[in-house]
């Protein structure tokens, strides 16, 4: 069984979005579940016997959404060793382009996966050539947090909530974001202002919002780094979709629809 968690705020259609979702989690015949987390203040009403609808906490954004979801799924059901775990929020199918080559990558690199390692994360890992440091655990790579799957020794791994992060934020100014040193190293901290607080336009051009939005932006990109460090700290392998030629062609091919379909939004 592959359990799916889904965070939603506002997806652009989420019929739709379950439908790209549910080809990826059935593929090859196998059995899934979705719960869906609702981390927004629109109402949905869910007619289908394998979705669950729950109400999120928003509290330290997906993060703490997703750790509600996870108390459900243990509540709920009896998880296996063999069972999968897919972790997803709705900006997968509004900010990203998930083709059906990506679903084939990822059903080709899970099924390899499970075959190989015994303790896995399986997403779009990026990496850098220097270390980083959050909350003393230390990082040169990490998983994109808008998906991802894991396996049941991944899974009782997972720390979503770490109350250090919430207040590693000092403050925040129009040119500069400064953290607790004791939290954040200093290569991490640089590595945040040159995303939100850069000389050009920086992440979805952060650096015009306000310093409030900018704060919880820091604090999510800390969770979504803290998540990998903790599981590498357990030597959790990370497996990045779109290794290899081919892995490198349908990311760069997935870009360029979303790139198109961006510009062509209305």
């Known amino acids: ?41 629109q109402s949905y009403k869910i007619l289908s016997e394998d979705i669950d609808l729950i109400q999120g906490d928003n509290s330290f954004f997906e993060f703490s959404g997703w750790e509600k979801g996870k108390q ?19 900006t997968f199918d509004k900010n990203h382009y998930f083709s059906w080559l990506t679903v084939w990558l990822y059903n080709k690199k ?52 770490n109350d250090n992060l919430r207040t590693a934020v000092e403050y925040v100014t129009d040119e500069s974001i400064y953290f607790d040193q004791m939290v954040v190293d200093s290569a991490m901290q640089e590595h945040i202002n040159g995303w939100l607080r850069p000389v050009g336009k920086g992440w979805y051009r952060a650096n015009y919002s306000d310093n409030e939005v900018i704060r919880n932006k820091s604090v ?14 357990k030597n959790i392998e990370l497996i990045h979709v779109y290794s290899g030629r081919f892995g490198r062609i349908v990311r760069k091919f997935d870009k360029r629809v979303q790139d198109y379909r961006t510009r062509n939004r209305k």
């Open 110 to 161: 899970l099924k390899l996966a499970a075959k190989h390692y015994s303790g896995f994360i399986l997403g779009r890992v990026d990496s850098r050539n220097i270390e980083y440091k959050v909350d003393q655990l230390a990082l040169s790579k990490w998983v994109s947090s808008y998906f991802f799957v894991v396996d049941y020794t991944a899974y009782q791994e997972l720390i979503f909530i």
């Open 220 to 233: 999510a990109i800390l969770h979504e780094k803290f998540l990998s460090a903790a599981l590498i700290a």
């Open 1 to 41: 069984m592959i359990y799916c968690l889904f965070l939603v705020y506002a997806p652009v259609n989420l019929d739709k979005s379950l439908l790209r979702l549910n080809r990826f989690l059935t593929l090859g015949g196998r059995k899934a579940k979705i719960i869906i987390i609702n981390n927004g203040e």
């Open 72 to 90: 459900y799924l243990e509540e709920q059901y009896t998880l296996k060793e063999d069972d999968s775990f897919c972790f997803v929020n709705d």
